[in-house]
């Protein structure tokens, strides 16, 4: 039953309870007028401040304001001369509460036509023309009082109106706010992916890349020099060793459950990128290495671009270029890193299995993580040319 009261419609629910107070005033007043306790002068108030309220309560969420100013304007002309007695106030309140806990009445507006018709229902009017005798004229403590009491229903309907209104905007913005953290969550767990993904393959892709160079050009020249083979096959051992420690490193920082997972690895230094460019020479490039000494006090993110920029560089070039020798340069600044790979060329024809990697877009994204940028494209000389530029501070 009461499942189905909150399923009915507002109007249902509202006149519903509206008759049940109706009952309840009706027989409360009519089994005590019956009796010998309580004899008014004039009984009919009493029946029209029940008639009114059930009114008041059945437009309460309805038609609000309309209630409001009806009986502003006319509940006094009904009940006059009897508003010492509070309870045929109880219209007049519950009008003025509603109003303004429903927003449908102003609350500065709402406050004066409270003032108006509190002072109206003290003039008597309706009962000083058939009862003189009985009631006389309001007094001021009777009409400060009713103004009172309406400016309390008014104001107490204001506030409960901001409670509610502020309580279902905090509501709104929790669940916006905990969308939000789903949609936050969602892109933490996809930019972790992709960290993932880009460290495997800036670690791994450049002794695969060399491995694959180095295979291919031992099979290449097989026929001629039978000792190729073998001597590639040594050459592929030991960079497969060194591949699968690289990658395990990683895999062991990254299922750290202690603050330190956070920290990307192995640890970048200049070193690895000398490393890089002497697996291009034992594949028949020879490396032009323009190096500081030292890098200088750098974010570990920086540091980490600086090498894996450097070492993707050249394996862009081991598998795009047919160039026989090629230049590396790092220039380190008080601002800023700076990492340029020249590929003089010429290109290398397509080969769909050395082709469609991720090697510039990792690139560009660790720069734009660093704060920086990275362009790659054709030089002035017909070669191809990455460059990075990595600040030192972040942005």
């Not at 409001?68 to 006094?76: D, E, K, L, R």
């Not at 209104?165 to 913005?173: A, D, G, N, P, Q």
């Not at 960079?239 to 603050?259: F, Q, Y």
Request: aromatic share 8%.
């Amino acid at each position: 039953m009461h499942l189905a009261l909150r399923r009915a419609p507002v109007w249902v629910q509202d006149l519903l309870v509206a008759l049940a107070v109706g009952a309840v005033w009706f027989g409360f007043v009519g089994y005590m007028y019956q009796g010998d306790y309580w004899r008014p002068y004039v009984i009919e108030p009493y029946w029209w401040t029940g008639a009114w309220l059930v009114g008041v309560l059945a437009l309460r969420r309805v038609a609000p304001g309309w209630a409001f100013w009806v009986t502003a304007m006319f509940y006094p002309l009904f009940q006059s001369g009897v508003s010492s007695n509070l309870f045929h106030l109880a219209p007049f309140l519950v009008a003025g509460f509603c109003a303004t806990r429903q927003g449908a009445v102003p609350p500065a507006l709402a406050a004066i036509g409270a003032v108006v018709s509190g002072w109206s229902l003290n003039l008597y009017l309706r009962t000083l023309l058939r009862y003189p005798q009985i009631y006389p004229s309001g007094t001021p403590s009777e009409i400060l009082s009713t103004v009172a009491l309406a400016l309390a229903a008014v104001a107490l309907g204001w506030t409960v109106r901001r409670v509610v209104v502020t309580s279902e905007t905090l509501r709104e913005r929790n669940e916006e706010l905990t969308a939000l953290q789903g949609v936050l969550a969602q892109q933490a767990v996809l930019a972790e992916r992709t960290r993932i993904a880009r460290e495997l393959h800036d670690v791994v892709a450049h002794h695969m890349s060399a491995i694959v160079v180095r295979a291919q050009a031992a099979d290449r020249v097989a026929p001629n020099q039978p000792q190729a083979p073998a001597e590639a096959v040594m050459w592929i051992a030991e960079e497969g060793k060194k591949a699968l420690t690289s990658m395990r490193s990683v895999v062991h920082v990254l299922r750290r459950e202690t603050g330190e997972a956070l920290e990307l690895a192995p640890a970048p230094a200049l070193v690895d990128v000398r490393a890089a460019a002497a697996r291009l020479t034992a594949s028949g490039r020879v490396v032009e290495l323009d190096l500081p000494d030292d890098l200088g006090d750098l974010r570990p993110e920086v540091s980490l671009a600086v090498v894996r920029i450097a070492q993707e560089g050249l394996t862009n070039v081991l598998l795009h270029s047919l160039a026989p020798h090629l230049c590396l340069e790092v220039v380190a600044t008080p601002g800023y890193v700076r990492v340029a790979v020249s590929d003089p060329g010429p290109p290398l024809p397509d080969n769909p299995d050395l082709h469609g990697g991720n090697g510039l877009l990792n690139m560009r994204e660790r720069a734009l993580s660093c704060g920086g940028t990275l362009s790659a494209g054709p030089d002035q000389n017909g070669g191809w040319r990455v460059q990075a530029v990595l600040p030192r501070e972040a942005s």
